[in-house]
């Protein structure tokens, strides 16, 4: 089953990393999704932009375009990794490795539905 990990935290606190310590936390998770991708678990990782790019589309009659994600919480979706994964047990432990070696946030593990397999190359 396939399982999205979404990842959390703080704009703040991720945007003032030294060069250093990005550099070490990104190295950091290359390892692991090495290790995810030798084994086939691994499907798309995409970094998203800060928050201060998003727009948000809001539906109703008269659809209405706003900047910004109007997150609500200190923490921010900064990320997301789609896994193959037997059961939610061996999601959760793909996601404990990941925070492992990035500090701070959160994970949030989501079944996923197939709803198209899409066109973009990997």
Same mark, same amino acid.
């Given at each position: 089953?396939? @399982? $999205?990990?979404?990842? @959390?935290? #703080?704009?703040?606190? *991720?945007? #003032?990393?030294?060069?250093?310590?990005?550099?070490? %936390?990104? $190295?950091?998770? $290359?390892?692991?999704?090495?290790?995810? #991708?030798? *084994?086939?678990?691994? =499907?798309? %990782?995409?970094?998203?932009?800060?928050?201060?790019?998003?727009?948000?589309?809001?539906?109703?009659?008269?659809?209405?375009?706003?900047? =910004?994600?109007?997150?609500?919480?200190?923490?921010?979706? &900064?990320?997301? @990794?789609? *896994?193959?994964? $037997?059961?939610?047990?061996?999601? &959760?432990?793909?996601?404990?490795?990941?925070?492992? *070696?990035?500090? =701070? =946030?959160?994970?949030?593990?989501?079944? &996923?539905?197939?709803?198209?397999?899409?066109? &973009?190359?990997?």
């Amino acid at each position: 089953m396939l @399982y $999205a990990i979404l990842c @959390y935290n #703080s704009e703040n606190a *991720v945007f #003032s990393w030294s060069k250093a310590q990005e550099d070490k %936390v990104m $190295a950091d998770l $290359a390892a692991v999704q090495a290790r995810l #991708s030798k *084994v086939n678990k691994l =499907g798309p %990782v995409a970094r998203l932009m800060p928050t201060t790019a998003a727009i948000t589309l809001r539906k109703g009659d008269t659809p209405l375009v706003l900047d =910004g994600p109007f997150a609500e919480t200190k923490e921010q979706l &900064l990320g997301f @990794y789609v *896994v193959d994964c $037997a059961d939610l047990e061996e999601a &959760l432990g793909f996601a404990r490795e990941l925070g492992a *070696v990035n500090p =701070g =946030g959160a994970h949030e593990i989501r079944p &996923l539905l197939m709803f198209d397999k899409g066109t &973009l190359p990997g």
